[in-house]
């Protein structure tokens, strides 16, 4: 008896060592996303299982308990019930409609995830998609991370505001900073030291509120067992560094994007330890730390020399800046560059970075596994603790595109390959979200299971919770979507339409390209299954949602076809058919700007509004519309070259932006076919350039932000317009 007594206080004292389940913070999740049913829940705690997460969902006399090993546990175990046995999804983008009874749970559900690490987010989404960011939408986010049993985010948000207070303690000037600082829709590159100033100089209230934003969303993911990733010092130093301190040893680098130098400090000057340890201190002091810090030496840069000793160095001392501070720090590393500047970084080259640092205290993101991945010929990143990652998007564009089936099976398949060593999670790493949220919620899918998952039942499954009944019309549609544009191909990112390109005769420019790896007669089969269903799923934000997305990709495919026909007319001199074909494109574009305005989630105006409520005078509202505007157009000044990298295919940057260019464009080409003389594309290129700089300066805030029209009516009558149109159109 005293033996089992020994064995019992044994067990009860090892699980509550391991329960770290906050009760109010879960019944507050649970009342955010079911309000007025946190009553219906019990929430219990239970131990890891081998030192990992574990989930339990039971039912007891009429209640429904969840179990878990904290919040994020608690919190999946909530996502499990909802998906499961309420039949809803919960997304980024749609509202869910829940039971009015809510289903009790007959025995026990049990799930462990096999992944210590559930990563989430890019240096880029925090600009690409959070740039305006307020505490409700984080809330939101969060809450979403948690149901997904997200536990590793990045989390950089208010570090400019860290390293003010470093810099000034150490003698330099608000005028000093302000040729630093960039405006906060560029942070993602001022923070991985590809640019200074653009878009600033910064006001100090977004400093002040953004510190205080970010104290809030610490506490909340850390409330649910999160441990946030905060940031490191790489050497970016302000302009003035090298007048300042003439000795200290600092070297110009250059994105190679049309921005002016960068100054980078040497890590073998005895300051970047020193700096390093002052931006940890002060880091950790605002704002705490759970010992993962982010840093990424040479971001879309190439480092000096290819030196494995140089590399080993400087290595050591971005880790030793870090451990000075913290003793536990972990580096995390975005094995972004190993992928970028492949032909740089070689097997040599790579193991000097990595094994400088102790295998424990660091794990390196592959942040491109879905499509590059790096671990398979870096023997799994030379003992390194590593996260398989999809990557996805870039710039935030809205193509309809993923790789499903490698999303489905590749990280189990890649987490039992011997080979992949030190596999300890899986991340989600995209450089825009509030997209493609079936593919997100696929790959949120392997949190839970070590098997792969059957893409092609799994959204049957997907689409019965998303629009609340089972439809055979949607099921073929989701079949078709699966081997078109989620059928993914080897290209960066989405493809994009041509109606975002500054206007060419050409097919495909740079930065937009628009290339097909699916038959696009296909995607208008899909698109005609979904019209086939919306009598019966009109009552779903989540189909509505779909429908409009599906629609907008067909007219934006369709626009190739049409611009090559106008392109030919103006070839040969037929001035009839060019005006035929170029009326028939602008009217596309109304026609997309008209279908896009019924949904919040397409609209320039929610964009710009966002930005400006940032500001608390007409100063700051200016300079957050010029950032919210410059971003997804020229992204630089009117000569830059990242401009459309960042394009949006969105209600009022149709119309008021894309459309116009193309309208001046199709004027002149006119103009000089009647005339019968050759068309000026240096003038126009120099006029084009004025109009999207003055574009960019604007501020007259006219873009509604406020959804119009219903979603149904409008792609039922774009599908009557344009259905038999695009099926017959040569792409």
Not at 170 to 198: E, R
Not at 273 to 288: C, L, M, R, T, V
Not at 291 to 299: E, G, Q
Not at 323 to 329: F, N, V
Request: hydrophobic share 40%.
């Amino acid at each position: 008896m005293r033996k089992w007594l020994i064995v019992f206080i044994g067990l009860f004292l090892g699980w509550h060592a391991g329960a770290q389940v906050n009760q109010q913070a879960s019944k507050a999740l649970i009342n955010r996303v079911m309000p007025g049913k946190a009553d219906a829940f019990i929430v219990e705690s239970i131990p890891q299982e081998n030192g990992k997460d574990v989930f339990e969902l039971a039912g007891s006399n009429g209640k429904i308990v969840l179990r878990g090993n904290n919040g994020l546990s608690v919190a999946s175990a909530l996502n499990y019930y909802l998906k499961n046995y309420c039949l809803v999804e919960v997304s980024w983008n749609t509202a869910i409609n829940l039971p009015a009874v809510l289903p009790q749970v007959p025995g026990t559900i049990h799930k462990t995830t096999p992944y210590q690490y559930r990563y989430y987010l890019n240096y880029c989404t925090f600009n690409y998609s959070m740039s305006w960011w307020d505490w409700a939408r984080w809330q939101k986010e969060i809450d979403w991370m948690a149901l997904n049993g997200i536990n590793m985010p990045l989390a950089i948000t208010g570090e400019e505001a860290v390293w003010q207070d470093v810099y000034k303690e150490m003698g330099f000037t608000n005028k000093q900073l302000d040729d630093f600082f960039s405006g906060p829709a560029y942070f993602s590159w001022f923070w991985m030291g590809n640019i200074d100033a653009w878009g600033g100089p910064l006001p100090q209230h977004w400093m002040d509120t953004h510190r205080a934003l970010q104290k809030q969303i610490l506490e909340r993911e850390r409330s649910f067992g999160m441990k946030p990733v905060l940031s490191s010092f790489t050497g970016h130093v302000p302009p003035s560094f090298k007048d300042k301190f003439p000795g200290a040893k600092v070297k110009k680098t250059n994105w190679d994007a049309g921005f002016p130098d960068v100054y980078i400090l040497d890590p073998d000057d005895p300051m970047f330890e020193s700096i390093g340890k002052k931006y940890i201190e002060a880091q950790n002091k605002a704002f705490g730390t759970d010992h993962l810090y982010s840093a990424d030496t040479f971001n879309e840069n190439i480092p000096p020399t290819n030196d494995s000793t140089y590399l080993d160095g400087m290595s050591k001392k971005v880790f030793n800046a870090m451990a000075a501070a913290d003793p536990k720090a972990v580096w995390v590393m975005q094995g972004w560059m190993f992928h970028y500047n492949n032909k740089f970084w070689q097997p040599q080259q790579i193991k000097a970075l990595l094994n400088a640092v102790p295998n424990e205290q660091m794990i390196v993101l592959d942040l491109y596994s879905d499509a590059h991945p790096v671990w398979n010929r870096t023997e799994a990143y030379y003992g390194k603790p590593w996260i398989w990652s999809m990557l996805q998007n870039f710039g935030g564009n809205i193509s309809l595109f993923g790789r499903m089936r490698h999303v489905a099976a590749d990280p189990a398949i890649t987490l039992h390959d011997p080979e992949s060593n030190k596999m300890r999670g899986i991340g989600i790493t995209p450089e825009g979200i509030e997209q493609n949220p079936a593919l997100f919620a696929l790959m949120l899918e392997n949190v839970w299971r070590d098997t792969p998952i059957d893409a092609d039942a799994w959204l049957k499954d997907y689409a019965r919770r998303r629009y609340g009944s089972i439809n055979q019309n949607a099921n073929d549609a989701w079949h078709i979507l699966l081997n078109t544009v989620y059928s993914g191909g080897l290209t960066e990112g989405g493809p994009e339409s041509i109606i975002v390109a500054r206007p060419t005769l050409k097919k495909t420019v740079s930065r937009v390209l628009t290339k097909l790896n699916y038959d696009p007669k296909q995607l208008v089969t899909a698109w005609a299954k979904l019209i086939a269903a919306t009598d019966s799923l009109k009552g779903s934000d989540g189909f509505r949602y779909d429908l409009v997305d599906v629609t907008r990709q067909v007219l934006a495919n369709y626009a190739t076809p049409l611009q090559q026909q106008m392109a030919a007319a103006g070839n040969d001199k037929n001035i009839p058919a060019f005006k035929k074909n170029s009326a028939a494109f602008l009217q596309v574009m109304d026609d997309m700007d008209e279908l896009l305005a019924t949904r919040k989630d397409f609209l320039l105006g929610k964009w710009i509004n966002e930005a400006r409520a940032n500001g608390i005078n007409p100063s700051e509202k200016k300079l957050y519309e010029l950032n919210a505007r410059g971003l997804i157009t020229l992204w630089g000044d009117k000569e830059s070259g990242l401009s459309e990298y960042s394009n949006r295919q969105w209600s009022g940057l149709i119309k008021g932006y894309y459309k116009k260019r193309w309208a001046m464009f199709f004027k002149q080409m006119d103009q000089a076919l009647s005339a019968g003389t050759p068309f000026d594309a240096k003038s126009f290129d120099k006029q084009v350039k004025d109009w999207e700089w003055a574009w960019v300066n604007t501020h007259d805030n006219t873009y509604p932000d406020v959804a119009k029209g219903d979603e149904i009516e409008i792609a039922k009558k774009m599908f009557a317009k344009y259905g038999t149109l695009v099926q017959q159109a040569n792409y």
